[in-house]
């Protein structure tokens, strides 16, 4: 009874569990491929700028449009969200103008068959444009450094109202730029602008009292016809640069060089055709 009763306990040694191995494939990349990745990054920067270099010592064009597709497909095939996909390719784009001093740039950046887009899309996309337009337009920031003054173009009754009070305010901040225009185009189709042109037209005939008979015999001219302000980025470009066909990253500076070479710039290179499916929906 009087004896010792302490009970003695085991301890029980948990062994320490060794780290997992890395993957075959982790272990290569990390030793292999992500320095190879890296060198190619390095080299297609320094082979962009030597592009922009060889571009920029022979004649420029004054005028050029960018259709923004690719966007979307680029983003997917990496597994990233398509708003990530646009803001890459507005960055590419700044950073290509800014290089080659072009003085007026169109931007197709939303078509009105965008509007048919799934809603959490088309959402993200209107929040894109309006905070990279308003980070830009500030004063202070890139296009009050650089001069450039900003025109939106296209059906701007189509936006929500928010938006589009945005959109006039951040030109009305820029009207004083006078080294460059960035004209950004959207809501916009060209059937729809074609068809605003004619209506327009036939009612100026109307008005100045001429017999509809003998103007419908008479050949319209370009400059005949009346072009709405939102209209008028469409006219006179000396290259359209679109990605519609590509199936890699957008890289303006290379479709700018493929468009500067088929448009012969001398001075001024074709009329381009813009049809509404080059500006709506990216390739799937």
Known sequence: MGGDTTVKRRETKVPLKRPAEPAPLTRTWKTVLYPISAVLHRLHAWLTTL????????????????VMDGNRRYARSRGQKVARGHKMGSDSLKRICLRLRIPVVSVYAFAIDNFNRPQEEVDALMSLARSSLQEICAKGGFLDQHGVRLRCIGRLDLLKP???AALLE???ATAHNTRGVLNVCGPYASRDEITDAVRETVREVEERGENPDKARQAPVRLHDAAVPRRHAAA??????AGLWAERSAPDPARV???GLAHAGVAGRGPEPSQEDESVSEDEE
């Open 162 to 164: 928010d938006m589009r």
């Open 170 to 172: 951040m030109e009305a």
């Open 256 to 258: 700018a060089a493929e």
């Open 51 to 66: 592009l922009l270099a060889l571009i920029a010592l022979g004649p420029m064009p004054k005028h050029i449009g960018f």
């Open 235 to 240: 006219l006179h470009q000396d290259v359209l």
